[in-house]
């Protein structure tokens, strides 16, 4: 394989070729600049319309339009949409697309093999080209469009001919008919264009032209009496005035127009006759993008006049291209290449994208039997690279690594590779057997395992490694120590203190730590901190329970950083305890640390990149040049340069720190559709040009769909958005998504979305309106209104309150005047009768005689008592003498004894709950509205029993009235004076009445006044 960056290739191996059933490493082959591409792809099952693209082009916005044979489509990195010609509609553009242009407002001008139309940006609609003035075509017409000059008009291929059009009066001139429907223009937009290149039938015009008339038509690779120069031309590349390159069927030809010579390139390795079909310039390079018939993409130096590198369909790459017939190349302003693959669709890759170097893939191995699964790597001091694998033995490289110097253990599975003190290596194998490596002799020799104690069957060995000094391994068994003896024996020495203190000896690994201590780890059960010391591990403690494998450490400062089955952990040598939170949350295989004492970790899950400072990580997959995902223990190692290596299940990845940045294009956020209300709005236009929405109350449910217009790695691109004014809370997203806002409120809001890569920012200004009721116009005319309501409610009640005022009046007058009259009656009908019955007695009898036999004085005495007890009941009626002097109580006390006299009613009267003293208008409210129910109650109610209560309780005082009488429908029966009087009295003292009263059940009457109101003031007030 290959890598991108020049100086770290001229390290590293390239290619791998089988010598004596291994491969070699072209390591010092890195002269070479062959980029590592990993396509991308975009078939019809990701929506693309048709599987041939005929037209590239990415606009301002970031969107890649391509035309198809089937309709026009604009892809984003993520999402495909189709525009597609229907007969019901002649704004489309065909479905024949044949090229893309972009004009200054970013309007796009697209041809077709039926009609030429204009994509207005804004409005996100097709407009028809109006051919006025100079030029009459029918419809179904092929167009091309190709340049646009500094007016502004636009240079066209219309139905047979090369056309100049002029949108500002729809006036058309003609050009030139020397044009197969391409056309290549030397200079970028918006300049004088003097001459342009035609594709014809066969070869290429080159037509020189005064602005608008044609000057001049040169003819190259057509017509000749040669057959082998007659060309089919696809592309060209104007590299100057005088040096086309043109991709024809015959190969890439270089062609001088003012000496008329060229040269031909068609032949790559073992390929001959190349049929080249398109071409792109390298951005910053002396090279050309080729595109092929059958070959693939190949590159093209300009310079040395070589292609230098091949890509190709291979059907265990899904990284490859999808197939080897390219059609068109495109490379957009962010060196984004797409590819159009003829019957698949659309392969994309960027240019300027890390990848890491991949080495020992399969499918650069010629043995068949050759397993690249790599599972342990040392770099011993010689400069040599020691890489073992799982299944297909040992691969020595030698000093440059330019190639292997060795390949040992053809079938057999390394496990353990320990240099030694003087140089010599052991090595373990997968079946348990040893042999040691003499750097002197460059050769292997087989070592017999013995233990100093008897044990059962082999011993598993799980990890041998150098503690000072000494040499250790972790066994099923225990911890041994490792000697060398002679008649080449390998002695396991078993340490029996440590052993014994650890509760089940199954040790896993072995990690040493700082001041000469170490952690010794039983097989997923627990750590335990162990100190060396005359050869020997002291004991010291438990450190906690791991459930987990070990599977690297490494030492930063004063930190241990362990790579685990359950994640990356750190450990504490002062407080001798694992942190509890897990830095990288993935199965780590193995840990090696940059310069920069930032950490690299192998994993299940790809390559870690874990920043020690910010403890930022990184993530690395297949798609940044991983030969896997799953990396293996112990199969990393750093190499000279500051370099890193990991093998993992499909070879090896060299890595360099410093140039391994996860590489992010320049990207804007765009808004791909709005809608409102869960609808499209029709007032809206182009979600991508929209900049602000303004919206009626009841259109605030908004739903925006954004896209990050990245075509490296959309899904994980970050993307911050914030709505301003309604909750302002920033919410952090990965790759396109849709936001909805449900049932916003009336105000002004703002949209932000953040690319927190390129720190660009899409705006999108919302206003929704405040509904009619919140309006300041609706407000002021309701406070306008309310005002001559409140004035007209005020006039009607002052009218009203001097009408209840007047009727007051009038009832009072009427009530003064029903009292004089009832007074009137009771001294005309009791005490003018008595008095005119004695006047009568006295004038009819003989006076002399009633005064002798003392009859004048017993009728005078009986008549002026009768008379004065009638006058003293009137008084007492009008205002009692005894409410005045002795209060409530006793003046109803001498009312109801009065009454009861009489015979014809008995009341009863209960004042025990009454306590307090009243005012003198309470008191006499309270006395008349009585006097007034017990008047009501004889006239009208025959009953034979009133009763009567009154009591003062929680603040209140409160008079109970009952009768046994026939009662009566209260609602409904006619107020006399009696009713009258009780309910203006009750008025006046502010209390509350309610009269219950049904025919046939008697009347019930409750009297509530808050006794505040009423109470007699203290003396000491």
Same mark, same amino acid.
């Given at each position: 394989?290959?890598?991108?960056?020049?100086?770290?290739?001229?390290?590293?191996?390239?290619?791998?070729?089988?010598?004596?059933?291994?491969?070699?490493?072209?390591?010092?082959?890195?002269?070479?600049?062959?980029?590592?591409?990993?396509?991308?792809?975009?078939?019809?099952?990701?929506?693309?319309?048709?599987?041939?693209?005929?037209?590239?082009?990415?606009?301002?916005?970031?969107?890649?339009?391509?035309?198809?044979?089937?309709?026009?489509?604009?892809?984003?990195?993520?999402?495909?949409?189709?525009?597609?010609?229907?007969?019901?509609?002649?704004?489309?553009?065909?479905?024949?697309?044949?090229?893309?242009?972009?004009?200054?407002?970013?309007?796009?001008?697209?041809?077709?093999?039926?009609?030429?139309?204009?994509?207005?940006?804004?409005?996100?609609?097709?407009?028809?080209?109006?051919?006025?003035?100079?030029?009459?075509?029918?419809?179904?017409?092929?167009?091309?469009?190709?340049?646009?000059?500094?007016?502004?008009?636009?240079?066209?291929?219309?139905?047979?001919?090369?056309?100049?059009?002029?949108?500002?009066?729809?006036?058309?001139?003609?050009?030139?008919?020397?044009?197969?429907?391409?056309?290549?223009?030397?200079?970028?937009?918006?300049?004088?264009?003097?001459?342009?290149?035609?594709?014809?039938?066969?070869?290429?015009?080159?037509?020189?032209?005064?602005?608008?008339?044609?000057?001049?038509?040169?003819?190259?690779?057509?017509?000749?009496?040669?057959?082998?120069?007659?060309?089919?031309?696809?592309?060209?590349?104007?590299?100057?005035?005088?040096?086309?390159?043109?991709?024809?069927?015959?190969?890439?030809?270089?062609?001088?127009?003012?000496?008329?010579?060229?040269?031909?390139?068609?032949?790559?390795?073992?390929?001959?006759?190349?049929?080249?079909?398109?071409?792109?310039?390298?951005?910053?390079?002396?090279?050309?993008?080729?595109?092929?018939? @059958? !070959? $693939?993409?190949? +590159?093209?130096?300009?310079? /040395?006049?070589? =292609? *230098?590198?091949?890509? &190709?369909?291979?059907?265990?790459?899904?990284?490859?291209?999808?197939?080897?017939?390219?059609?068109?190349?495109?490379?957009?302003?962010?060196?984004?290449?797409?590819?159009?693959?003829?019957?698949?669709?659309?392969?994309?890759?960027?240019?300027?994208?890390?990848?890491?170097?991949?080495?020992?893939?399969?499918?650069?191995?010629?043995?068949?039997?050759?397993?690249?699964?790599?599972?342990?790597?040392?770099?011993?001091?010689?400069?040599?690279?020691?890489?073992?694998?799982?299944?297909?033995?040992?691969?020595?490289?030698?000093?440059?690594?330019?190639?292997?110097?060795?390949?040992?253990?053809?079938?057999?599975?390394?496990?353990?590779?320990?240099?030694? @003190? !003087? $140089?010599?290596? +052991?090595?373990?194998?997968? /079946?348990?057997? =040893? *042999?040691?490596?003499? &750097?002197?002799?460059?050769?292997?020799?087989?070592?017999?395992?013995?233990?100093?104690?008897?044990?059962?069957?082999?011993?598993?060995?799980?990890?041998?490694?150098?503690?000072?000094?000494?040499?250790?391994?972790?066994?099923?068994?225990?911890?041994?120590?490792?000697?060398?003896?002679?008649?080449?024996?390998?002695?396991?020495?078993?340490?029996?203190?440590?052993?014994?203190?650890?509760?089940?000896?199954?040790?896993?690994?072995?990690?040493?730590?700082?001041?000469?201590?170490?952690?010794?780890?039983?097989?997923?059960?627990?750590?335990?901190?162990?100190?060396?010391?005359?050869?020997?591990?002291?004991?010291?403690?438990?450190?906690?329970?791991?459930?987990?494998?070990?599977?690297?450490?490494?030492?930063?400062? /004063?930190?241990?950083?362990?790579?685990?089955?359950?994640?990356?952990?750190?450990?504490?040598?002062?407080?001798?305890?694992?942190?509890?939170?897990?830095?990288?949350?993935?199965?780590?295989?193995?840990?090696?640390?940059?310069?920069?004492?930032?950490?690299?970790?192998?994993?299940?899950?790809?390559?870690?990149?874990?920043?020690?400072?910010?403890?930022?990580?990184?993530?690395?997959?297949?798609?940044?040049?991983?030969?896997?995902?799953?990396?293996?223990?112990?199969?990393?190692?750093?190499?000279?340069?500051?370099?890193?290596?990991?093998?993992?299940?499909?070879?090896?990845?060299?890595?360099?720190?410093?140039?391994?940045?996860?590489?992010?294009?320049?990207?804007?956020?765009?808004?791909?559709?709005?809608?409102?209300?869960?609808?499209?709005?029709?007032?809206?236009?182009?979600?991508?040009?929209?900049?602000?929405?303004?919206?009626?109350?009841?259109?605030?449910?908004?739903?925006?769909?954004?896209?990050?217009?990245?075509?490296?790695?959309?899904?994980?691109?970050?993307?911050?958005?914030?709505?301003?004014?309604?909750?302002?809370?920033?919410?952090?997203?990965?790759?396109?998504?849709?936001?909805?806002?449900?049932?916003?409120?009336?105000?002004?809001?703002?949209?932000?979305?953040?690319?927190?890569?390129?720190?660009?920012?899409?705006?999108?200004?919302?206003?929704?309106?405040?509904?009619?009721?919140?309006?300041?116009?609706?407000?002021?005319?309701?406070?306008?209104?309310?005002?001559?309501?409140?004035?007209?409610?005020?006039?009607?009640?002052?009218?009203?309150?001097?009408?209840?005022?007047?009727?007051?009046?009038?009832?009072?007058?009427?009530?003064?005047?029903?009292?004089?009259?009832?007074?009137?009656?009771?001294?005309?009908?009791?005490?003018?009768?008595?008095?005119?019955?004695?006047?009568?007695?006295?004038?009819?009898?003989?006076?002399?005689?009633?005064?002798?036999?003392?009859?004048?004085?017993?009728?005078?005495?009986?008549?002026?008592?009768?008379?004065?007890?009638?006058?003293?009941?009137?008084?007492?009626?009008?205002?009692?003498?005894?409410?005045?002097?002795?209060?409530?109580?006793?003046?109803?006390?001498?009312?109801?004894?009065?009454?009861?006299?009489?015979?014809?009613?008995?009341?009863?009267?209960?004042?025990?709950?009454?306590?307090?003293?009243?005012?003198?208008?309470?008191?006499?409210?309270?006395?008349?509205?009585?006097?007034?129910?017990?008047?009501?109650?004889?006239?009208?109610?025959?009953?034979?029993?009133?009763?009567?209560?009154?009591?003062?309780?929680?603040?209140?005082?409160?008079?109970?009235?009952?009768?046994?009488?026939?009662?009566?429908?209260?609602?409904?029966?006619?107020?006399?004076?009696?009713?009258?009087?009780?309910?203006?009295?009750?008025?006046?003292?502010?209390?509350?009445?309610?009269?219950?009263?049904?025919?046939?059940?008697?009347?019930?009457?409750?009297?509530?006044?808050?006794?505040?109101?009423?109470?007699?003031?203290?003396?000491?007030?």
């Amino acid at each position: 394989m290959c890598c991108i960056n020049l100086s770290f290739c001229s390290r590293l191996p390239k290619r791998i070729c089988g010598i004596l059933c291994f491969f070699l490493i072209h390591l010092s082959g890195f002269a070479q600049t062959k980029p590592t591409l990993l396509f991308k792809h975009l078939t019809l099952e990701d929506g693309l319309s048709d599987p041939t693209v005929q037209a590239l082009h990415v606009d301002r916005d970031g969107f890649l339009w391509m035309g198809t044979e089937n309709g026009l489509n604009r892809f984003d990195g993520k999402t495909c949409i189709t525009y597609k010609k229907n007969n019901r509609s002649t704004a489309f553009p065909g479905n024949y697309i044949t090229n893309i242009i972009e004009d200054k407002k970013g309007d796009l001008v697209i041809g077709s093999q039926s009609n030429l139309v204009k994509y207005n940006r804004k409005q996100d609609s097709f407009i028809p080209y109006n051919f006025k003035k100079g030029l009459k075509l029918n419809e179904n017409y092929y167009s091309f469009p190709f340049y646009i000059d500094k007016q502004e008009d636009l240079w066209v291929y219309l139905a047979g001919n090369v056309y100049k059009h002029s949108s500002k009066d729809s006036t058309t001139k003609y050009i030139t008919t020397y044009s197969n429907g391409y056309q290549f223009a030397p200079i970028t937009f918006y300049n004088k264009l003097d001459w342009f290149i035609s594709r014809g039938v066969k070869g290429i015009y080159i037509n020189k032209t005064d602005d608008i008339k044609e000057e001049h038509v040169q003819e190259f690779f057509m017509n000749s009496h040669n057959e082998a120069l007659n060309s089919h031309i696809s592309d060209v590349y104007i590299a100057s005035d005088s040096v086309l390159w043109l991709a024809g069927d015959k190969g890439l030809i270089k062609l001088n127009t003012k000496t008329k010579t060229y040269e031909r390139f068609n032949t790559y390795k073992t390929s001959k006759n190349i049929a080249t079909t398109a071409l792109e310039k390298y951005p910053d390079k002396p090279w050309l993008f080729i595109g092929t018939r @059958n !070959n $693939g993409l190949l +590159l093209f130096d300009m310079v /040395n006049k070589k =292609f *230098f590198a091949e890509y &190709t369909h291979r059907a265990d790459d899904a990284f490859s291209l999808l197939g080897n017939y390219i059609r068109k190349i495109y490379i957009d302003k962010k060196q984004n290449l797409f590819l159009s693959i003829n019957g698949y669709g659309l392969d994309y890759t960027n240019l300027n994208k890390v990848i890491f170097s991949r080495y020992i893939e399969k499918t650069d191995i010629v043995s068949p039997n050759f397993e690249n699964d790599i599972s342990i790597m040392i770099k011993p001091k010689n400069g040599q690279l020691w890489c073992g694998t799982k299944t297909s033995g040992l691969l020595i490289y030698n000093q440059d690594l330019s190639k292997p110097v060795k390949h040992e253990f053809l079938k057999l599975g390394i496990s353990q590779l320990v240099e030694l @003190n !003087n $140089g010599n290596i +052991l090595t373990g194998l997968a /079946n348990g057997n =040893f *042999f040691i490596y003499e &750097t002197k002799k460059q050769n292997f020799t087989p070592l017999k395992a013995v233990f100093s104690e008897t044990l059962n069957g082999k011993v598993q060995i799980n990890q041998i490694l150098k503690f000072g000094s000494d040499l250790l391994a972790a066994t099923e068994y225990g911890v041994a120590k490792v000697i060398f003896k002679q008649k080449n024996e390998l002695y396991f020495e078993m340490d029996q203190g440590i052993n014994r203190a650890i509760p089940w000896p199954n040790i896993q690994t072995i990690v040493p730590t700082i001041g000469g201590k170490a952690i010794i780890q039983s097989y997923y059960t627990a750590l335990y901190l162990a100190d060396w010391k005359d050869g020997r591990f002291i004991f010291k403690k438990e450190i906690g329970k791991s459930p987990y494998g070990i599977n690297g450490s490494i030492t930063i400062g /004063n930190a241990l950083y362990l790579a685990t089955t359950s994640g990356l952990l750190k450990y504490n040598p002062i407080t001798n305890t694992i942190e509890k939170s897990v830095l990288i949350d993935a199965n780590c295989s193995s840990l090696l640390a940059d310069q920069n004492k930032n950490l690299w970790v192998g994993s299940n899950n790809g390559l870690y990149f874990y920043n020690t400072k910010n403890n930022n990580q990184t993530r690395y997959t297949i798609g940044d040049g991983l030969q896997s995902m799953v990396f293996n223990p112990n199969a990393a190692i750093a190499l000279n340069n500051h370099l890193l290596t990991f093998g993992g299940i499909n070879g090896i990845n060299v890595i360099d720190p410093a140039k391994s940045n996860i590489y992010t294009s320049h990207s804007k956020p765009q808004i791909t559709e709005i809608l409102i209300n869960d609808q499209i709005h029709p007032g809206i236009g182009n979600p991508i040009t929209t900049t602000d929405l303004e919206l009626q109350h009841d259109e605030n449910t908004i739903t925006i769909a954004f896209s990050t217009m990245d075509f490296i790695d959309p899904a994980q691109r970050k993307i911050v958005y914030q709505m301003i004014g309604y909750d302002n809370k920033k919410v952090s997203v990965s790759g396109s998504n849709s936001i909805r806002f449900p049932n916003m409120p009336s105000g002004k809001f703002k949209l932000v979305i953040t690319d927190v890569y390129s720190k660009e920012k899409t705006v999108l200004s919302i206003f929704i309106g405040a509904p009619f009721w919140q309006k300041t116009w609706f407000i002021v005319f309701c406070v306008v209104a309310l005002a001559i309501i409140s004035l007209i409610a005020l006039y009607i009640y002052l009218r009203w309150v001097k009408y209840l005022e007047v009727l007051q009046l009038r009832q009072i007058l009427n009530f003064q005047k029903a009292e004089r009259k009832r007074i009137a009656d009771d001294l005309h009908d009791e005490l003018g009768l008595k008095l005119s019955t004695l006047k009568h007695y006295l004038l009819a009898g003989d006076i002399n005689k009633m005064i002798d036999g003392g009859e004048l004085r017993r009728l005078s005495t009986e008549y002026i008592d009768s008379s004065v007890n009638v006058l003293r009941n009137t008084l007492i009626s009008l205002s009692p003498q005894t409410l005045d002097e002795n209060g409530l109580v006793t003046a109803m006390e001498d009312l109801i004894a009065s009454i009861n006299k009489l015979g014809i009613i008995k009341i009863h009267f209960d004042h025990s709950g009454f306590t307090v003293a009243l005012k003198s208008t309470p008191e006499y409210a309270i006395y008349r509205i009585c006097q007034e129910l017990i008047n009501n109650t004889i006239k009208h109610a025959q009953a034979k029993n009133i009763y009567i209560v009154i009591i003062n309780r929680n603040e209140r005082l409160i008079v109970l009235y009952e009768d046994d009488g026939k009662g009566y429908d209260y609602n409904n029966v006619k107020r006399g004076y009696g009713l009258f009087n009780i309910e203006a009295l009750v008025k006046a003292i502010r209390a509350e009445l309610d009269m219950d009263s049904e025919k046939g059940k008697g009347v019930a009457v409750t009297i509530s006044i808050n006794l505040k109101r009423i109470l007699k003031p203290k003396a000491n007030d």
